[in-house]
T-cell receptor, first 116, second 113 residues
């Protein structure tokens, strides 16, 4: 149980284009989803927290107009990187927390974004 | 502000050589301390949650313990497949209803055959 998927697993896009990453909780309802960014050999940096049906809460320094987050249902959250630039290249990971198991976060496999 | 420090940054062990990873934390009211395993290019895999000092949890060759200031992840007779980065995270009262995690920088474990 507690499986989270992400799609795509990797994507290459050109500078100036937008990319959408999907995060799904497959076997539980995720009341809260989190989006992280991870640079090579570094730990996870929380970007934003989203609750189903509400606007996302962004961490300090994260541009909300650049990283659009939508949590439209209890099983799906999306992260759209708008007008991507090479410095947005990174490993993006989502996690989900359910209402029943309030403590643990379960992570997706991550999406490798490369902007050329 | 919650803080997590993990040591060592990297650890190389021979197969069968037991050792411990350390996670020191400061938090204003601990809700939970979490251990995750992360393989290269993949998302973290949940291992344990510890809630109060004195608590211990085991899973195969791994055992996690918790005190009021730190947690240890003991690895007994490790195998090469235990090679991964081990991440420690805390969830404090300051995380509010969202219950965000604050992660340490991880310990990269390599177990040599």
């Amino acid at each position: 149980g507690a499986v989270v998927s992400q799609h795509p697993s990797w994507v290459i896009c050109k500078s100036g284009t937008s990319v959408k990453i999907e995060c799904r909780s497959l076997d539980f309802q995720a009341t809260t989803m989190f989006w992280y960014r991870q640079f090579p050999k570094q730990s996870l940096m929380l970007m934003a927290t989203s609750n189903e049906g509400s606007k996302a809460t962004y961490e300090q320094g994260v541009e909300k107009d650049k990283f659009l987050i939508n949590h439209a249902s209890l099983t799906l959250s999306t992260l759209t990187v708008t007008s991507a630039h090479p410095e947005d290249s990174s490993f993006y990971i989502c996690s989900a927390r359910g209402a029943v198991s309030w403590a643990e976060q379960y992570f997706g496999p991550g999406t490798r974004l490369t902007v050329t | 502000e919650d803080q997590v420090t993990q040591s060592p940054e990297a650890l190389r062990l021979q197969e069968g050589e037991s050792s411990s990873l350390n996670c020191s934390y400061t938090v204003s009211g601990l809700r939970g301390l979490f251990w995750y395993r992360q393989d290269p290019g993949k998302g973290p895999e949940f291992l344990f949650t510890l809630y109060s000092a004195g608590e211990e949890k085991e899973k195969e060759r791994l055992k996690a313990t918790l005190t009021k200031k730190e947690s240890f992840l003991h690895i007994t007779a490790p195998k090469p497949e235990d090679s991964a980065t081990y991440l420690c995270a805390v969830q404090g009262i300051s995380s509010g209803s969202a219950r965000q995690l604050t992660f340490g920088s991880g310990t990269q474990l390599t177990v040599l055959p």
